[in-house]
């Protein structure tokens, strides 16, 4: 991904969402290229595992709480936007209070973390901010109305981050991944086994990857690497973008 190892020494990362998934990758590749990370996950006792793996803080925080945002440090230069949640139903049976909790905590909540990382960011003159989207920020799938419409408005989150950051040498970009192997979604590969009673191998390819033409799922250590990526010098130029890993799906 680089010429050379990214080394982030004597920055500070926030990554929510750090418990497991994506988020643990995160932490992970942010302290191995020597980042201090505070840990913020709902899964408090997650959180405290993976921080003491790697020396950092953990902060047990539900998202959706704004006042306990609002205690999360802000000396921070380094912001992982990764949390997230999942429900499935139409349209007409969506329940209004879990299409709001989803904005809360996958729109609000990025809001008003770089809202209070910024200033320490400007101060510093850099800064990395780093949203977790998804496919769905730039395609649209039936039945995940509260998913799509979140991340569509992280996207646009991202880029006015980019526009006001630019001149304080703050970068803010997306990074939109297909179906991930993580832990959500082994669970529902098996359950989808169980429903369709096909093998987990066929699930993969025949269901979650239907409109994928590279029918793998994605580590998440490779989102994680392109994370580390986007915080090394060479990627300085790089803001306001979506950077899709998702196995040419929107290709199609």
Same mark, same amino acid.
């Given at each position: 991904?680089? &010429?050379?190892p ?13 418990a497991?998934g *994506?988020?643990?990758?995160?932490v ?5 290229a020597?980042?201090?990370? /505070?840990?913020?996950?709902r899964d408090g ?8 793996e790697v020396?950092?803080?953990a /902060? ?5 709480d ?9 000396e921070?230069? *380094?912001?992982v ?7 499935v139903?139409a ?9 709001e909790?989803i $904005? ?7 809001? #008003? #973390?770089?809202?209070r990382?910024?200033? /320490?960011? %400007?101060?510093r003159?850099?800064?990395? *901010?780093? !949203?977790? &989207?998804s496919? /769905? ?9 509260? %998913? ?9 989150? &991202? ?10 040498g ?6 939109s991944?297909? %179906?991930v192997?993580?832990?959500l979604v082994? !669970? $529902?590969?098996?359950? $989808?086994a169980?429903?369709?009673? *096909?093998?987990?191998? $066929? ?13 793998r799922?994605?580590?998440?250590e ?15 130029h ?8 998702d ?6």
């Open positions: 991904m680089t &010429s050379g990214v080394h982030i020494h004597e920055r500070t990362a926030l990554v929510t969402g750090g497991s *994506i988020g643990r990758a995160c992970l590749a942010l302290a191995a020597g980042a201090k990370v /505070h840990v913020v996950d006792a997650g959180a405290r595992r993976v921080a003491g020396g950092g803080w /902060h047990a925080v539900d998202l959706a704004a006042e306990a945002v609002a205690a999360l440090p802000t921070v230069d *380094i912001l936007n990764n949390a997230g949640l999942q429900h139903a349209l007409h049976e969506f329940p209004p209070e879990r299409f909790l $904005q809360r905590v996958m729109v609000t909540a990025p809001f #008003l #973390l770089i809202r990382c910024l200033p /320490h960011m %400007y101060a003159g850099w800064g990395r *901010i780093v !949203n977790i &989207s496919v /769905h920020g730039l395609r649209a799938s039936a039945f995940k109305s509260a %998913y799509v419409a979140a991340k569509h408005g992280l996207e646009g989150l &991202s880029k006015v981050a980019a526009i006001e950051g630019a001149p304080h703050v970068t803010s970009n997306c990074v991944p297909g %179906y192997r993580t832990p082994e !669970n $529902q590969i098996e359950a $989808q169980r429903e369709h009673g *096909i093998d987990a191998d $066929q699930v993969v390819e025949r269901v979650l990857l239907d409109r994928v033409p590279l029918k799922l994605i580590e998440a490779h989102i994680a690497d392109l994370v580390l990526w986007l915080c090394g010098p060479h990627a300085g790089l803001t306001g973008a979506s950077l899709p890993v196995g040419g799906w929107t290709a199609t």
